[in-house]
């Protein structure tokens, strides 16, 4: 009886926890051990012209939305709070062309334009009341020495219809995405078949997983063939449903996938694209598992081809430039990286690769247009850790300590090291004039990252609360689900 008794105190104790509102979601980059970020120019440009017509028919400014890549093979997409939609790389292998992809976005800027990470707390919460309420009513009961089957029967049936409530909650949600979705990719003239094309891509999922549910009462998402039901007379009335996929953007979507291929899959890379396959996708695939599988002859082999079509496309010859910079030859990697960032009007990712060039040849006489390009880069960019420890690199051999200690602490800010960032913030203040921009920005990263470790005090406290009753290696709860949408 006791122990039964002390299980519910911690239920309840657990289910108060998630009930407050104390703890703040990490970022999807910054979560230990979560996927990472991958950022490259082209795919972050073929985003922003593929959403930026949705973006506009919901209604957001379209300089305030980000679309963001995350290397994890889940085929999913999720936003949290903020307006970012976070685009996971295997979703990308999964569509088959940029419409596809485009409807996914509109999905998930249903839930952005909802605010439904937001209102999801309000469901969270609902269901918390449910849950506290029958855990005392439990606990009470078995004080009062009612049976243990009793009490912990009346505890298990809050549980679930607490759980039902939530579930309920999220599916309607979801459902109210795709009928936002459905309306931004009407207003944008964009067909969508593509969105109920990726639905029965889940839908054949389901089929493979063995995923035969009659309904969806046990699921956060409806079944993909109720979404497919519900928006199929609603697609086909569209104006826009006979309208063929844009050529010019599924050009570069097929481009772009392949490059990710090759990039977090090179041996899948080359026999997906044999070398049989001459079109651009493929050499850019191959050009990729080449390089990374050590071959940087065959890469350099595979670029050229790609050059010998378009001489002057940026991404061609930021890739050939890539090549040999990490193959070790700088030297010969600065005219090509030179034209790639003229060529594609200063992309601060590509401008950060040729002060990276400059700079790793070790040559004084490319240290000025190093500092020049760099600064510029992170002026447009500020976002790019590996920028800053270069503009760093440039500072320190300069012998100017302060400001080299102020570009590290940007980038162990950027990289979630606050205390790292404290130090060379505080380094960087010692040296620079007071009442500057760049000791304000010192005192600014100071304060940010000081708030950032107390933050983390926090929630590890709060962490260390949630596995009570678990013991060693017990399971945490997933705050994460109820923060992040998917499709």
């Not at 440009?45 to 300089?63: C, M």
């Not at 089929?207 to 009462?217: F, K, P, V």
């Not at 190093?370 to 976002?383: F, G, P, Y």
């Not at 979630?416 to 007071?434: H, Q, Y």
Request: glycine letters at 10%.
């Amino acid at each position: 009886m006791n122990s039964l008794l002390s299980r519910c105190v911690r239920l309840l104790m657990l289910a108060l926890i998630v009930a407050s509102p104390a703890w703040q979601p990490a970022a999807a980059q910054e979560d230990e051990g979560g996927p990472s970020v991958l950022r490259d120019s082209e795919t972050e440009l073929l985003f922003k012209d593929i959403s930026r017509p949705l973006i506009q028919a919901a209604g957001l400014d379209p300089n305030s939305v980000r679309v963001v890549l995350l290397n994890d093979p889940e085929i999913n997409a999720f936003v949290a709070t903020g307006q970012t939609v976070y685009i996971q790389t295997g979703l990308i292998q999964a569509v088959d062309n940029v419409n596809q992809l485009q409807g996914v976005i509109a999905h998930e800027l249903g839930h952005v334009a909802g605010g439904h990470s937001i209102r999801l707390q309000e469901g969270a919460k609902g269901a918390t009341a449910i849950s506290i309420a029958t855990l005392v009513l439990g606990a009470l009961a078995l004080a009062a020495g009612a049976g243990g089957d009793a009490g912990m029967g009346i505890i298990a049936a809050g549980q679930q219809a607490a759980l039902g409530k939530f579930l309920a909650f999220s599916r309607t949600q979801e459902a109210t995405a795709d009928q936002a979705g459905a309306l931004y990719l009407s207003k944008a003239g964009i067909s969508g078949k593509g969105m109920l094309d990726f639905f029965g891509k889940l839908q054949n999922q389901e089929y493979r997983l063995a995923i035969y549910d009659t309904d969806s009462y046990a699921r956060t998402h409806p079944l993909s063939s109720e979404r497919i039901q519900a928006l199929q007379q609603v697609f086909q009335k569209d104006p826009a449903w006979a309208k063929p996929v844009d050529a010019r953007l599924d050009q570069r979507f097929q481009r772009v996938k392949a490059k990710l291929v090759g990039f977090i899959d090179p041996k899948h890379a080359v026999m997906k694209y044999p070398e049989s396959d001459q079109s651009i996708p493929g050499h850019y695939a191959r050009a990729y598992a080449y390089h990374l599988g050590g071959y940087p002859d065959k890469a350099l082999s595979e670029a050229d081809a790609m050059l010998a079509t378009d001489p002057h496309d940026p991404f061609f010859l930021e890739l050939k430039g890539q090549i040999l910079l990490e193959g070790g030859k700088p030297a010969d990697a600065i005219p090509v990286l030179r034209e790639a960032t003229q060529r594609s009007g200063d992309m601060p990712l590509i401008a950060a690769m040729l002060g990276h060039a400059l700079v790793a040849t070790d040559d004084p006489k490319y240290f000025a247009e190093a500092k020049q390009v760099l600064k510029a880069a992170v002026s447009r960019d500020n976002q790019d850790p590996f920028a800053w420890f270069q503009l760093g690199i440039i500072y320190d051999r300069e012998g100017d300590q302060s400001r080299a200690a102020l570009a590290s602490a940007e980038r162990f800010s950027l990289e979630g090291n606050p205390r790292l960032a404290i130090v060379s913030a505080r380094t960087a203040m010692a040296g620079i004039r007071p009442g500057t921009p760049d000791c304000l920005r010192a005192q600014d990263i100071v304060m940010a990252s000081q708030a950032e470790m107390q933050n983390d005090k926090k929630t590890k406290s709060s962490e260390d609360r949630r596995l009570l009753g678990t013991g060693k290696g017990g399971e945490k709860y997933a705050s994460g689900a109820l923060i992040c949408r998917g499709v």
